[in-house]
């Protein structure tokens, strides 16, 4: 199983970082070793600056290669919801020195991701999701502001990497994307209803 990660897939996002928004999609993987097991992160020494990314989530069903857009949502039953933690100060320092900054983003613990619904239960063109910090709201998006939809995204990514039952597809984050401490309280939601509920310990 790996993860695809889709980055600066909403505009405000992109702006809120200084970066350029893309005429394409921008990817990067997490391997399975960064899927957190259990309910609480542990900042890791490396980092000082940790931050949120709440994301929806795909799950790929059917395997494919090359996947047409038409054809995409046919390789994808359920979704969910997902965090993508950064590491901002190391990703700052080596995206300055214009080298690769995996480590930033693929360690160990870094994905968070929710129980997955049908995605018959949703709108995925108008889906609403949030998340509280600390039960202050932090971030809020919804799909239709996204620059590349999910088919797009399935089709593209399929260019590059052959999708595999289990495959999970990080769809990019909103606005509002910020900084954890230890004792921190994240509660994310899709819709009305909480699916991720993490303690930084």
Sequence with gaps: MKIICVGRNYSNHAKELGNEVPEEPVLFLKPDTAL????????????????????????????????????????????????????RDIQSQLKAKGLPWEISK??????????????????????????????????????SAMLFDIDTLVSYASKYFTFRVGDLLFTGTPQGVGPVKEKDHLQAFLESDKVIDLQIA
């Design 106 to 143: 693929a360690f160990d613990g870094s994905a968070i991701v929710s129980s997955f619904f049908k995605k018959e239960t949703f709108n995925l063109n108008s889906l609403n999701f949030s998340l509280l910090k600390n039960a202050e709201q932090v971030q809020l998006g919804n799909t």
């Design 36 to 87: 957190l097991k259990g309910s609480e992160l542990y900042i890791p020494e490396f980092t000082n600056d940790l931050h949120y990314e709440l994301e929806v989530v795909v799950k790929i069903s059917k395997a494919g290669k090359y996947i047409q857009k038409e054809n995409a949502h046919k390789h994808y039953e359920q979704i969910g919801l997902g965090l993508d933690f950064t590491a």
